[in-house]
């Protein structure tokens, strides 16, 4: 189901259900995650790599999901590959250019974190993560900022249970 939504002298068209609730846990998940790479300083310890690559991984993984689950709900372009999803959110204007530019900087590393696993430089991995640390702290917020400019703010009232959704 559809629904047209005025806004600013313009029609958006959304989904009639942008589940706000998914969305929500993982960007709750993206603040511990961002929190725990803050965390970690000694990269030349196994244990504390091994914690980075995984955080880091899970990161991009939510920052993509997030993604692609606003672009489906807001009926935005199809993206043509992972950092496209960041591009179409700063096109979108869910986050900045330099949030965009930063965000894409993490998800460049997402190749080489999955499938090149046995090379990863962890001192570089810690520098990327650092240098773009604001962006992914900022990503969250920036998120909640557009589904309740998009959507209103979230209601008490609404069922939390899927099954009382009718």
């Not at 990269?43 to 980075?52: C, D, F």
């Amino acid at each position: 189901m559809v629904q047209w939504k005025k806004t600013s002298c313009k029609e958006v068209k959304t989904m009639y259900f942008v589940d706000r609730e998914v969305i929500e846990t993982t960007l709750e998940h993206t603040v511990s995650i961002t929190e725990a790479c803050g965390q970690i300083e000694n990269v030349s310890e196994m244990k504390e790599a091994l914690a980075l690559e995984r955080a880091v991984h899970i990161a991009i993984e939510c920052i993509i999901d997030v993604g692609n689950q606003m672009i489906d709900g807001f009926i935005m372009r199809d993206p043509g590959s992972y950092e496209d999803i960041v591009e179409i959110l700063r096109d979108e204007a869910v986050v900045s250019s330099e949030e965009a530019a930063q965000l894409t900087a993490l998800v460049r590393w997402r190749k080489a974190l999955v499938h090149h696993y046995t090379s990863v430089d962890h001192n570089q991995l810690k520098d990327v993560v650092t240098t773009n640390e604001k962006a992914l702290r900022a990503f969250p917020e920036r998120v909640r900022s557009y589904l309740e400019h998009e959507l209103g703010p979230v209601s008490a009232f609404l069922p939390k249970d899927k099954e009382s959704r009718g």
